[in-house]
């Protein structure tokens, strides 16, 4: 059984920029939710997807966006970055969008806005 | 809006010892669910403990255990017989039980240190 994937491992970006931050999930997993983890914080909730759709989202401007796909893989696309993007991005899969169901994590990919 | 709160930033124990771990949370709802989790340097977040709300009993998994006071909103972690692979990020994670949105809301972490 495959584990979440996620890929670059580290991304250099400047101001302005846009990035795009790809994520697998675990097989059987349908539902992804994206995190944001600052230096020193714990993450805080992006949004999830589930089947396709947007399934919930955190404190996060519109320039965060995403996508999942019909092999429920996902993407996180964010638009104009700021110097505050710069973070550790976590993904997580689980089989459903509840407590019930572990959400497994990623390895993350690290993104440094210069 | 549900809080997490860490007190500890940083604990160190030595190899073999019991260490606690502290959190605190704040929310209105009745059902929750509760987790510790594990970030170890090399960053991959893993699941070392969960609790559901409604259970009295508290949780355990090999050396760890938790103690869960609902009506403080209290729940720490306890690590017995503390290994050097323990050595890691903890943090404790609160999420509802109601609803379609399984989120997490984290607390800001504990760095533990394992000594030999």
């Known amino acids: 059984e495959t584990g979440v994937t996620q890929s670059p491992t580290h991304l250099i970006k400047t101001r302005g920029q846009q990035v795009t931050l790809r994520c697998s999930s675990q097989?059987?997993?349908?539902?992804v939710s994206w995190y944001q983890q600052a230096l020193g914080q714990g993450p805080q909730f992006i949004f999830q997807?589930?089947?396709?759709?947007?399934?919930g989202r955190g404190n996060f401007p519109p320039r965060f966006s995403g996508l999942q796909f019909p092999n429920y893989s996902s993407e996180l696309n964010v638009n104009a970055l700021e110097l505050d993007d710069s973070a550790l991005y976590l993904c997580?899969?689980?089989?459903?969008?509840?407590?019930?169901?572990?959400?497994?994590f990623g390895p993350g990919t690290r993104l440094t806005v210069l | 809006a549900q809080t997490v709160t860490q007190s500890q930033p940083e604990m160190s124990v030595q190899e073999a010892e019991t260490v606690t771990l502290s959190c605190t949370y704040d929310?209105?709802?009745?059902?929750?669910?509760l987790f510790w989790y594990k970030q170890p340097p090399s960053r991959q977040m893993i699941l070392v403990i969960r609790?559901?709300?409604?259970?009295?009993q508290n949780a355990t998994e090999n050396r760890f255990s938790v103690n869960f006071q609902k009506a403080a909103k209290s729940f720490s972690l306890k690590i017995s017989d503390s290994q050097l692979g323990d050595t890691a990020m903890y943090f404790c994670?609160?999420?509802?039980?109601?609803?379609?949105?399984?989120?997490?809301?984290f607390g800001k972490g504990t760095k533990l240190s394992v000594k030999p």
């Open positions: 097989s059987g997993h349908n539902t």
């Open positions: 929310t209105s709802e009745n059902n929750y669910y």
């Open positions: 997580a899969s689980s089989l459903v969008p509840s407590g019930i169901n572990e959400q497994f």
């Open positions: 994670a609160f999420m509802k039980f109601i609803g379609s949105q399984g989120n997490l809301i």
């Open positions: 609790q559901e709300a409604y259970k009295q």
């Open positions: 997807y589930y089947r396709e759709e947007e399934n």
